[in-house]
């Protein structure tokens, strides 16, 4: 028996390309989670985004008019040095990525590769907009001698102003990938870790929150490995490459909208004022 989207406690938006693209937010997006508050629906947001912290994408939210706390957001970023943890134990660590990311995974209690250091445990990549053959090659150097991979999220790109691909973690993780041989555990969505550390936010069981996302092979097969409903913001827009001709990809969600506006409606349709 299927679930209408109306239905849930809590809802979980995924951000790039589906809340906000670049520095403007999408149609409806202030509207939609305006309405869902008002009917007392919980309203957090997860993204795989492994550059900002969750304070900094918090005072984007609310410039765009859209309610939102730090403990609200769920970002690889803020949460690198947390899954580390869980994944490896107290290790020490060759990061790619900005200093949030370093900062993130020393306060964990893990230790920072030096330059002097010839290994670690686990080399992390996030998304370094400072990224060069020098990292790459003392990344390379790490995984030859022993140390494990990890990744925020596999992304390749994600959707910046007026449609422009912005290069992700994934297109840093590929050559790191094809240097090294090796795979990455990954902290972002698809993989679980993310979903359960937003879902202990939100205070809510998987069964009682629909995720709301653009991207099919993250969002939505992330949302169904982690046991919880989703509905796919497909715009069918062919920049994005995510769109119905999106080949080979699974999509288990609830309903398909065009944009967060047909959401609403559909809402607005099933809750009179
Ligand atoms: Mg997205």
């Known amino acids: 028996m299927s679930r209408r989207p109306g239905d849930f406690d809590g809802y979980l938006f995924d951000l790039d390309g589906c809340v906000y693209e670049g520095s403007s937010p999408t149609p409806s997006a202030a509207a939609l989670i305006a309405f869902l508050a008002r009917k007392g629906k919980k309203v957090a947001f997860l993204s795989n985004n492994s550059s900002e912290g969750a304070d900094e994408v918090a005072a984007k939210l609310r410039g765009m008019g859209i309610d939102a706390d730090p403990e609200d957001v769920s970002l690889p970023t803020d949460l690198a ?58 990344a390379a150097r790490f995984l030859s001698g022993g140390a494990r ?12 102003d007026a449609g422009a691909r912005v290069p ?47 991207n099919p092979a993250t969002d939505i ?34 309903r398909a909208y065009r944009d967060l506006s047909e959401f609403l409606g559909d809402l607005e349709g099933n809750h009179a004022e």
């Open 168 to 214: 992700e973690t994934g297109a840093i993780l590929a050559s790191v990938r094809s240097a090294s041989g090796k795979e990455a555990a990954v902290l972002g969505k698809p993989e679980s870790f993310l979903f359960r550390r937003a879902l202990a936010a939100l205070g809510l069981g998987p069964e009682r929150v629909l995720m709301i996302g653009d």
């Open 149 to 160: 991979l990890a990744a925020a999220n596999p992304d390749d790109y994600h959707i910046g």
């Open 81 to 138: 040095g947390e899954f580390l943890l869980e994944s490896f134990g107290r290790v020490s660590v060759f990061p790619i990525g900005n200093g949030r990311v370093a900062e993130a995974i020393r306060s964990s209690g893990h230790r920072i590769a030096g330059n002097g250091d010839e290994s670690c445990d686990v080399v992390f990549v996030a998304r370094d907009s400072e990224f060069s053959y020098a990292k790459l090659e003392r």
């Open 221 to 254: 097969a992330g949302a169904a490995k982690a046991g919880l409903a989703s509905v796919w913001i497909d715009r069918a827009d062919e920049k994005r490459g995510f769109g119905a001709g999106a080949a080979g990809i699974e999509c288990p969600c609830i």
